[in-house]
């Protein structure tokens, strides 16, 4: 029998695995990296200062809504968007300057604002909107309790 001798883990090896590891983390890291800005700005409102300042007005004001009844539901139909906004007794609120922004959750491409107009069932504008998922923001003009901001997600099959 022929004794094998053991190889040797020399310094070269150490450089090589060394290499290899930091190699992996690098490309991983660029991958990453070039990925997150191709897909999402991160970009939420223009400027945060701003908005937070009208958050307490806008907290009290939904509050106001909520306390006197006021009923808010968006949904996609037949290539319609369908706003409804209803009182404590179910009667269909008096809105003027109904408009709704509708736009991807992630990704800022496809938004669009459209104007609602008053129909049987709501506020409603024809659209035809691609399957998937949207978010839908829903503003008006004063009421008695302030303008109404509504914010939903609809999901289309």
């Known amino acids: 029998m022929s004794a094998s001798k053991p190889r040797e883990f020399t310094g070269r090896h150490m450089l090589l695995v060394t290499c290899t590891f930091f190699g992996v ?3 991983v890291n660029l991958v990453m990296a070039i ?14 200062y701003v908005e937070s300042q009208r ?7 939904i509050r106001a809504q ?3 009844g006021w009923r808010f539901a968006t949904s996609y139909e037949d290539g319609k968007l369908v706003f409804r906004a209803s009182d404590a007794d179910g009667a269909v609120l008096p809105l003027e300057q109904v408009s709704a922004f509708i736009h991807r959750p992630v990704g ?3 938004d669009q604002t459209l104007p609602l107009t008053p129909s049987e ?4 504008a024809a659209v035809a909107l691609p399957s998937g998922v949207w978010d839908v923001i829903v503003t008006t003009g004063e009421t008695s ?7 939903r997600r609809v999901t289309v099959p």
């Open 25 to 27: 983390i690098i490309s």
């Open 35 to 48: 990925s997150a800005s191709r897909t999402w700005t991160g970009l939420v409102v223009q400027n945060s």
């Open 55 to 61: 958050f307490d007005d806008k907290h009290n004001r």
């Open 66 to 68: 909520v306390e006197a």
């Open 108 to 110: 800022g491409h496809d």
């Open 121 to 124: 069932s709501g506020y409603a």
């Open 145 to 151: 309790l302030g303008p109404i901001e509504f914010e």
